[in-house]
Structures are given as structure tokens and as C-alpha cells.
């Protein structure tokens, strides 16, 4: 079955600390992976992707086929990533290019 | 642009109603998703439409329907409400042509409490 799974409902940690959000993925064929934010008050939208291999507020996602894995880092956390993270899946082939499947989310909290 | 929007923010209804949603994409935006947020999950995928025609749909009863208009605005209607479906309905828009098609862009949703 399809699925992405997050492991960790909240992470907390201090300011200027290394960040990672943990995310797995179950799925057989080669996948596109992304991960979306939430802050307060504002709307779901998207972080990064893992084909853009770009770095985005610092955060950077690397695709570990070999563990089925998509974790986000970032080596110094600022207050201003305290949000909800989704890691989101988006299967390959044409008739389920549109079912993308979503984990339950992290809550990270930047402590100060 | 004001980005995706979605009418109306908030709704209570009771068992056995009828329910619709609406949502208006990004202009220039031929692609609409919908999406079921339960509190505490992500959001799970209902409905994709394209260019007015359904290219996808998720694991929701009949009960949930939905459909694009030619300006891209789409409906979602949800028939005989039942307490699990409260949630928060997320609507999305995507550029570009299916199945090519990456960043989604949410709206505010709209928060359904079924009493």
C-alpha cells in the first residue's frame, strides 16, 4: 500500500540547533516527494521538492530510495520554522498522478 | 491575485444533509484538487479535476461528488452527512497540463462541523 509516514507528531527543539523531520515512504514505483509547510494563521504551501534538489530557507531534502526515506534538515533552527510539516508523495503513472498522498504531519516548535 | 479561495469558511450542518462547497482557483489555473483534512491527519485526497473532466479520485463514498465549471471553479458536494465527515476541505489549483503538473497552491479551506 501507498503510504508516507511521519514518525515524530512534535519536535522540539532549541534555537541555532540542527533540525530533521523524519519521512517514509512505502511505494514500489519511483515517486516524487515534497514537503509542504504550514505557519500560523496561513495556508499549506509548498517547501521543496526532491527532483528542484534546491534549498529553501535553509532546508534541504534528500531521496534515500535505498531506505525509503525523505527527511528534512536544516543545521540551525530559527524561530520563524516553527510550523506544521507535511511530507506529501506523488505516485508516478498517469492515472494516479493526481492521488498524492500526504503524512500526518510534524509539528516543530523553535524554542528560544 | 488573491490565490485560491474558498466559500464558505465556516458551515454546520446536521446528519442527513446535504452539503456544497466551493472553491476558485488561481487565474490561469486549469486544475483543481480536493483534499479532507480530519484534525490531527494530513490532508487526504478526494477529487482531482482537469480541464473540467475528473483525472482522479480518492477513497470517499459516493456521497462525496464534485465538478469544475468552464471559468475552472469547482464544486464539492457531500450527501448524507454523517458525523465523520467534519473536517476541513482543502481546494487546490495547479498550473500546468496533466499529469505534469507539481505545486499545488491551497486555499484557506473550509471547516464543516456535522452535528
Known amino acids: 500500500a501507498q503510504r508516507v509516514t511521519q514518525p515524530e507528531k512534535l519536535l522540539s527543539v532549541f534555537k541555532g540547533a540542527p533540525v530533521e523531520l523524519k519521512c517514509n515512504y512505502s511505494y514500489s514505483g519511483s515517486p516524487e516527494l515534497f514537503w509542504y509547510v504550514q505557519y500560523s494563521r496561513q495556508r499549506l504551501q509548498l517547501l521543496l521538492r526532491?527532483?528542484s534538489r534546491e534549498s529553501i530557507k535553509g532546508f534541504t531534502a534528500d531521496l534515500n530510495k535505498g531506505e525509503t526515506s525523505f527527511h528534512l534538515k536544516k543545521p540551525f533552527a530559527q524561530e520563524e520554522d516553527s510550523a506544521m510539516y507535511y511530507c506529501?508523495?506523488?505516485?508516478?503513472?498517469?492515472?494516479?498522478?493526481?492521488?498524492?498522498?500526504f503524512g500526518s504531519g510534524t509539528r516543530l516548535s523553535i524554542r528560544p | 491575485d488573491a490565490g485560491v479561495t474558498q466559500s464558505p469558511t465556516h458551515l454546520i450542518k446536521t446528519r442527513g444533509q446535504h452539503v456544497t462547497l466551493r472553491c476558485s482557483p488561481i487565474?490561469?489555473?486549469?486544475?483543481v484538487s480536493w483534499y479532507q483534512q480530519v484534525l490531527g491527519q494530513g490532508p487526504q485526497f478526494i477529487f482531482q479535476?482537469?480541464?473540467?473532466?475528473?483525472?482522479g479520485r480518492g477513497n470517499f463514498p459516493d456521497r462525496f461528488s464534485a465538478r469544475q465549471f468552464p471559468n475552472y471553479s469547482s464544486e464539492l458536494n457531500v450527501n448524507a452527512l454523517l458525523l465523520g465527515d467534519s473536517a476541513l476541505y482543502l481546494c487546490?489549483?495547479?498550473?500546468?497540463?496533466?499529469?505534469?503538473?507539481?505545486?499545488?497552491?491551497f486555499g484557506p479551506g473550509t471547516r464543516l462541523l456535522v452535528l
Open positions: 526532491h527532483i
Open positions: 487546490a489549483s495547479t498550473d500546468g497540463d496533466f499529469p505534469y503538473q507539481e505545486t499545488q497552491y
Open positions: 487565474s490561469g489555473h486549469k486544475s
Open positions: 479535476y482537469y480541464e473540467k473532466e475528473e483525472r
Open positions: 506529501a508523495l506523488k505516485p508516478s503513472g498517469y492515472s494516479s498522478a493526481s492521488k498524492i498522498i
